[in-house]
């Protein structure tokens, strides 16, 4: 399954709105998971099941979305939350990555 | 808090082998709830998932690796491994392990391996 994100930059003061947005090849149901990446760390795990957060992860980040279109959606940003975001199916063996969204400060 | 941590050579020659280990603290990998998994990132590929085991041995390896892949898990150590056999430049990436059940968290820090002579 091909996972594709767009846009690969956005660009977005601090206290707007972000929208992410990720789309698969064929419907992954609701077997998706977002992760949020910054310079030099590994990956982290955000959301998972579309929406649900994971343990930590701050209400501002909220995940949508089924079958094929899915969306991040980061309600306030934070300069913590300049980073490249990840969307990954893991409907069908292996799992995959779209190529990643990078959040500016603008 | 699980916490895992990647360990081996940074630099690996052509044709050789690649191998590097994951230390899991805070957690078991005996544990019937998850999976172990290796991923590893380039600039051209982005994230690519390798393959997991679970503690019984099984393994699920990625096709476009699967011939030369090999994840090994030492229960008494508390760890697992990653082997890449005939290594090319293009398997030059950060190698990330993780826990797995259908997503992956958390992550391990990260590895750099470079492939050259």
């Known amino acids: 399954i091909v996972v594709t994100q767009s846009p690969a930059t956005l660009s977005v003061s601090p206290g707007e709105r972000a929208t992410l947005s990720c789309r698969a090849s064929q419907s992954v149901s609701t077997n998706l998971a977002w992760y949020q ?35 991040l959606t980061i309600s306030t940003l934070q300069s913590a939350d300049f980073a490249v975001y990840y969307c990954q199916q893991y409907s069908n063996w292996p799992g995959t990555f779209g190529q990643g969204t990078k959040v500016e400060i603008k | 808090q699980v916490q895992l941590q990647e360990s081996g050579p940074g630099l690996v020659k052509p044709s050789e082998t690649l191998s590097l280990t994951c230390t899991v603290s805070g957690g078991s990998v005996s544990s019937d709830s998850y999976y172990w998994s290796w991923i590893r990132q380039t600039p051209e590929k982005g994230l690519e998932w390798i393959g997991y085991i679970y503690n019984s041995g099984f393994t699920n390896y990625n096709p476009s690796l699967k011939s030369r892949v090999t994840i090994s898990i030492d229960t008494s150590k508390n760890q697992f491994s990653l082997e890449v056999r005939s290594v090319t430049a293009a398997d030059t990436a950060v190698y990330y392990c993780a826990r797995f059940w259908d997503w992956l968290d958390p992550w391990g820090q990260g590895t750099l391996v470079t492939v050259s002579s």
Request: glycine letters at 18%; charged letters at 10%; aromatic letters at 8%.
């Open chain 1, 37 to 71: 990446q910054k310079p030099g760390q590994a990956p982290r795990l955000l959301i998972y099941g579309v929406s649900t957060r994971a343990t930590g992860v701050p209400a501002t980040f909220s995940g949508s979305g089924s079958g094929t279109e899915f969306t």
